[in-house]
């Protein structure tokens, strides 16, 4: 091959390559244009704090304030959504990569939406299917976007059910243990972080070892996201839990 010909044969390469460069950054635009059009297409979230407060009113719970107790915050954290503290797009991208395989799951997922998501989900309620999933992905971005980490967590835990009657995590500590929120000890707080995936289901009162399971769940993830030790872990696991029946 004469150096014409392989000099060529570069320049076609290197032109092929540039193509394809292009197009790739523009189907990426394409979709960051699509996305940010549906994003603004949607409600707005402002009276999100208005919403918490009218579901606590029609349930008769008592609202909790930030900072929200960091026993139950950090359990329901661990064991909800492990990187609800990450950069926003991180965490809509993880929870959309989530709710894809919740879609596909036949029967869904409870806890396979983030935080925000899950919060958009009990604000801002549609109807079931692919859409609803995907309004409720950029109704949980727009939620990141407007409020700071700890209100968005404070909402999620006031607007949510516990079980018994209890809205709201205020009611919940004051109903299960006749304890304030604050109060709460390892054990307590990982019962109640339990909760919200099935509140009937792991009932502490009807149905204490689902309970239990569940409980242990929650903590073996405190453990691996290096929020206890495992003989922490443990030692709450088999504390005593004074239920209020």
Excluded at 12 to 22: E, N, Y
Aim: aromatic share 8%; hydrophobic share 45%; net charge positive.
């Amino acid at each position: 091959m004469s150096r014409r010909s392989a000099r060529r044969r570069a320049r076609g390469w290197k032109s092929r390559l540039v193509r394809a460069v292009l197009v790739v950054v523009g189907l990426f635009l394409c979709v960051v244009l699509a996305g940010l059009g549906y994003e603004l297409s949607l409600p707005s979230v402002s009276n999100a704090p208005a919403r918490v407060s009218s579901i606590l009113r029609a349930h008769g719970g008592d609202m909790g304030h930030l900072p929200v107790p960091t026993k139950l915050a950090e359990a329901v954290v661990a064991v909800e959504d492990e990187h609800f503290y990450s950069n926003a797009l991180l965490n809509v991208f993880d929870g959309a990569a989530r709710a894809a395989l919740t879609a596909l799951h036949k029967s869904g997922d409870p806890g396979g939406s983030t935080i925000a998501q899950q919060l958009a989900k009990q604000l801002y309620p549609s109807k079931g299917g692919f859409s609803a999933t995907l309004e409720q992905v950029g109704m949980g971005l727009k939620l990141s976007l407007s409020y700071s980490k700890p209100e968005i967590l404070e909402m999620y835990l006031n607007a949510i059910y516990f079980g018994n009657d209890y809205w709201g995590y205020a009611t919940a500590a004051r109903g299960y243990f006749g304890a304030g929120p604050d109060d709460l000890n390892w054990a307590e707080a990982s019962m109640l972080a339990g909760l919200p995936q099935a509140p009937t289901d792991y009932d502490p009162v009807t149905h204490f070892q689902l309970a239990k399971q569940r409980q242990r769940q929650v903590l073996d993830q405190l453990v691996a996201n290096r929020i206890l030790t495992a003989a922490q872990a443990d030692a709450a696991f088999l504390e005593a839990l004074s239920l209020h029946r």
